[in-house]
Structures are given as structure tokens and as C-alpha cells.
Nanobody, 112 residues
Framework: QVQVVESGGGLVQAGGSLKLSCAASGSIFSRNSMDWFRQAPGKQRELVASITSGGSTSYAESVKGRFAISRDNSKKMVYLQMNSLKPEDTAVYYC??????WGQGTQVTVSS
């Protein structure tokens, strides 16, 4: 299975921006879609963004126009650019694919 390591989270004021990074291992990475999920305290994990092997993207309605997912297959990296952050975006963010394990995630905290 493919291991992932998320990074880039932190504390940010509402309206600010963060860019999350996901480093993946394994040669299968470039042939599969990758997703960003998030999980807030007491809530289920939810899908926020997806990107196919060819670069097509999709987003949850709550983040459309604010978040952008991208990937660099040569570096085995996935990114999530987050702009205009809201307190409701506070969660642990995870990257995941069909053949990946779950990493530790990275905490994003947006203060009001």
C-alpha cells in the first residue's frame, strides 16, 4: 500500500490562506485519483476535493471557489490551496487514494 504524509496545517485568521501538501510513496500514485478529506471534532470524515490522474478536479459545494487541489506526479505530491478560510473549515485534513493508507493528517484551525 501507498503511504502518505500530510503537512502545511496551522492556525490562521478567518479570511486567510493555507497550502497543504501530501507526500506519497509508491509508483502507483500517478495512475490513480487522489482526494482530500477533513474531519472536525465529533463529525464524520467528509470529502472536500478530488483530482484524477489526468488532472480533472471536483470539490464539495462548501469549498467551491475557495479551495484548489493540484498534483505533481513527478514528485508524488498532492496539494490543497485554501483561500478565504472560515471557522467552519477547522478540521484535521487527510489526503487519500484507493491504494493509500490513512496518514496522521494535518490540523487546520481557523479563528474568528
Amino acid at each position: 500500500q501507498v503511504q502518505v504524509v500530510e503537512s502545511g496545517g496551522g492556525l490562521v485568521q478567518a479570511g486567510g490562506s493555507l497550502k497543504l501538501s501530501c507526500a506519497a510513496s509508491g509508483s502507483i500514485f500517478s495512475r490513480n485519483s487522489m482526494d482530500w478529506f477533513r474531519q472536525a471534532p465529533g463529525k464524520q470524515r467528509e470529502l472536500v476535493a478530488s483530482i484524477t490522474s489526468g488532472g480533472s478536479t471536483s470539490y464539495a459545494e462548501s469549498v467551491k471557489g475557495r479551495f484548489a487541489i493540484s498534483r505533481d506526479n513527478s514528485k508524488k505530491m498532492v496539494y490543497l490551496q485554501m483561500n478565504s478560510l472560515k471557522p467552519e473549515d477547522t478540521a484535521v485534513y487527510y489526503c487519500h487514494g484507493f491504494f493509500t493508507s490513512w496518514g496522521q493528517g494535518t490540523q487546520v484551525t481557523v479563528s474568528s
